[in-house]
C-alpha cells in the first residue's frame, strides 16, 4: 500500500492546526491540570480531552477533504484517528511519558524548566516536558495523516 502525497500534506496539515486548537483553545483547564494525576478521574479527565481533540480533528479535517476534493478512505481515516487518540491518551497521562524519556537519556531534559518541588517558581509552557509532549504529538500527527493517506487519492 502507497500513501498518497496529495492526501497526506493537507491531511497532515488539518490534523496540525487541529491539534493546536484542540489542545490548547478546546481542553478545559480542569483536564489540563487533572489528566497526568493518578486515579480513575484523573483517567476520565485525560480521556474527555482526547474525546474532545478527536471532534475538533474531525472538524477540521471534514472541510479540507471535502474541499480540495480529497478520497479518504473511511476506514483509514478511522484508524487514523483512533491511533493518534490512543498516543495522545498515552503521552498525556504524563507519567509514561516521563518513563519515555528517562529511558531514552532525556529525563533531565523533561525536568528543564519544571518548577522546584512545593514552589511555583516557573509558571510557563517553557518547559522540557511540553516540548517532548508536543513533538511526541506531532510525530503521531505524521503516522495518522499516513495511515489517511492509504488508499487515498485526488
Known amino acids: 500500500m502507497i500513501a498518497d502525497p496529495t492526501v497526506f500534506a493537507p491531511v497532515f496539515a488539518s490534523l496540525f492546526a487541529a491539534h493546536q486548537v484542540g489542545d490548547h483553545w478546546v481542553q478545559s483547564s480542569c483536564q489540563a491540570v487533572a489528566k497526568g494525576g493518578a486515579g480513575w478521574t484523573a483517567r476520565a479527565a485525560c480521556a474527555k480531552h482526547v474525546a474532545s481533540l478527536t471532534v475538533t480533528k474531525l472538524v477540521f479535517l471534514a472541510p479540507v477533504v471535502l474541499l480540495l476534493g480529497l478520497h479518504l478512505h473511511p476506514l483509514a481515516a478511522a484508524v487514523a484517528l483512533s491511533v493518534d487518540a490512543a498516543s495522545h491518551y498515552w503521552a498525556d497521562r504524563r507519567t509514561t511519558l516521563a518513563r519515555l524519556a528517562a529511558l531514552v ?35 503521531w500527527l505524521t503516522v495518522a495523516a499516513l495511515i489517511a493517506a492509504i488508499g487515498g487519492g485526488a
Open 105 to 139: 537519556g532525556k529525563a533531565e531534559f523533561y525536568r528543564l524548566g519544571s518548577p522546584r518541588p512545593g514552589h511555583n517558581d516557573n509558571p510557563s509552557l517553557g518547559t522540557g516536558a511540553y516540548a517532548l509532549d508536543q513533538s511526541w504529538h506531532v510525530a
